[in-house]
């Protein structure tokens, strides 16, 4: 009973720690960090990539199984054809992004001063196509989700390295309002992202093993079995408003991008190893 209630204790410390405002997301990171190290010391930084799968061996298995001959390989390819296909002005995806595009994705999203916003990259990827006079794709449609596979295969073994322009008071909000998000409960269930993931990683919710939030945007678009095909981060977003019961937003909406953009830089050091395969 006495180690039930300091457990208590130590978890209501810890949301009320994280739900201080902070102005030093350097800090922020090495605290972050060092609570996952302390919950799971025989793990490593870039075990976290592998998210659930860090904390159970045997899934853990059969997912690099899987992961020989995964089910969005057809994805990667369509995904290459289609970014090296030019436009019809003649201009081509290339153009848009630093290095052609290739091996770039452990920098999204970043804080642009021009838009004074949040750019991710399937956001990045609509802004090439509207300058370049073509119509914008879904965010959970083939072809984009096919680009966005074939990037991040460019960008496997690259660290992620998202930072925040700290004597810029706009992006530092923007990573606050990301950070307030996740901490923040909201739905029927009264919930919070971190709930989940901060709180209770390694627990089971159902059937489900509930995966570390650290190295939760290393791997993605995902392809999950219960969807049967890939799907974007802002779509598991959306799903896990809908098991809190809370309404969902759209894709690419603010609070989205800030969200992603607090998570991506909680995981800086991180490896990224997507396209993945998640049950």
Not at 145 to 173: H, S, V
Not at 187 to 206: A, D, E, I, T, V
């Amino acid at each position: 009973m006495l180690i039930l209630l300091r457990y208590l204790i130590t978890i209501i410390g810890i949301s009320l720690y994280w739900h201080q405002v902070f102005a030093d997301p350097q800090q922020d990171v090495k605290d972050y960090q060092q609570y996952y190290q302390q919950r799971f010391p025989n793990l490593s930084l870039q075990d976290y990539a592998n998210g659930a799968y860090a904390l159970d061996e045997k899934a853990k298995l059969n997912w690099l199984d899987i992961e020989e001959f995964p089910p969005y390989e057809q994805e990667i390819d369509q995904g290459s054809e289609l970014f090296n296909t030019p436009f019809a002005n003649g201009q081509s995806y290339a153009s848009c992004f630093e290095n052609g595009g290739i091996a770039i994705a452990q920098n999204y999203p970043y804080w642009d001063k021009k838009q004074q916003s949040v750019i991710t990259l399937p956001l990045a990827i609509n802004q090439c196509r509207e300058k370049n006079q073509e119509p914008v794709l879904g965010y959970d449609s083939f072809d984009m989700l096919a680009l966005t596979a074939y990037l991040a295969y460019t960008a496997r073994g690259q660290t992620i390295n998202i930072q925040i322009p700290e004597q810029d008071t706009k992006a530092l909000a923007a990573y606050q309002q990301g950070k307030d998000y996740y901490f923040t409960r909201r739905g029927q269930l009264n919930f919070s992202c971190s709930h989940c993931h901060y709180q209770y990683p390694g627990y089971k919710l159902r059937s489900e093993l509930l995966s570390p939030a650290l190295g939760h945007t290393s791997h993605w678009p995902v392809y999950r079995a219960k969807w049967g095909g890939l799907g974007s981060l802002h779509r598991r977003f959306r799903g896990c408003h809908r098991q809190i019961k809370a309404k969902p937003e759209p894709q690419q909406c603010e609070n989205y991008r800030n969200l992603e953009y607090f998570l991506s830089h909680m995981s800086n050091g991180i490896k990224l190893n997507g396209p993945s395969y998640r049950k």
